[in-house]
């Protein structure tokens, strides 16, 4: 099983601020099979991205997926506030498929 | 309009059983892989299970593996979660979720609102 984990577990950011959230992988994520969500509360899971750095539909372009292998990196150019949520890698490359913990980033 | 409507969460006894459902609208089902997701109250998201489009390839979580079983009927554009031997961990918000593509290895682009299952005496 492939763990992936999402430190810090909370980002204290202020509006117009860059946010830069990592996922790391216990191994190799083949393909780069990586995807990043958005969830507020009370709100079911976004796609975000997926193969790590592709945009899904409708996402605006200061987010910004990369990295490879065992690390991810979800990078948010100017914080809107709107984008004040939590945010989960998932790999999705083979079974199990695995989500991180989470990283929540909040207002400062 | 793309939707996923879940149904059938509920208060059960511990070790009862369960069956949830999802229905699908809007787009052509049998071309898409699909997953349940659940998520604990105030906890992270964990993958349940998933299946391909033609019910081929099958996944399970091993926290729930020979007690939950995914299917599909695509004639009813509809997924399933049949849920035995319930646990109070198996408290949580159930979601049903759609792949980008007809297997179950893809990220997941469309997600239902949810149907709370409750394991508790």
């Known amino acids: 099983e492939i763990v992936l984990t999402q430190s810090p577990g909370t980002l204290s950011l202020s509006p117009g601020e860059r946010a830069t959230l990592p996922c790391r992988a216990s191994q190799s994520v083949s393909s780069s099979y990586l995807a990043w969500y958005q969830q507020k509360p009370g709100q079911a899971p976004r796609l975000l991205i997926y193969g790590a750095s592709r945009r899904a539909t409708g996402i605006p372009d200061r987010f910004s997926g990369s990295g490879s292998g065992t690390d991810f990196t979800l990078t948010i150019s100017r914080l809107e506030p709107e984008d004040f949520a939590v945010y989960y890698c998932q790999h999705y490359g083979s079974s199990p498929l695995t989500f991180g913990g989470g990283t929540k980033v909040e207002i400062k | ?121």
């Not at chain 2, 609208?25 to 049998?30: A, E, H, I, N």
């Not at chain 2, 019910?55 to 849920?83: E, H, P």
């Open chain 2, 1 to 121: 309009e793309v939707q996923l409507v879940e149904s059938g969460g509920a208060l059960v006894q511990p070790g009862r059983s369960l069956r949830l459902s999802c229905a699908a609208s809007g787009f052509t089902f049998d071309d898409y892989g699909m997953h349940w997701v659940r998520q604990a109250p105030g906890k992270g998201l964990e993958w349940v299970s998933g299946l391909s489009w033609n019910s081929g390839s099958i996944g399970y979580a091993d926290s729930v593996k020979g007690r939950f079983t995914i299917s599909r009927d695509n004639a009813k554009n509809s997924l399933y979660l049949q849920m035995i031997s319930l646990r109070a961990e198996d408290t949580a918000l159930y979601y049903c979720a759609k792949t980008y593509s007809a297997t179950l290895y893809d990220a997941f682009d469309v997600w239902g609102q949810g149907t709370m299952v409750t394991v508790s005496s």
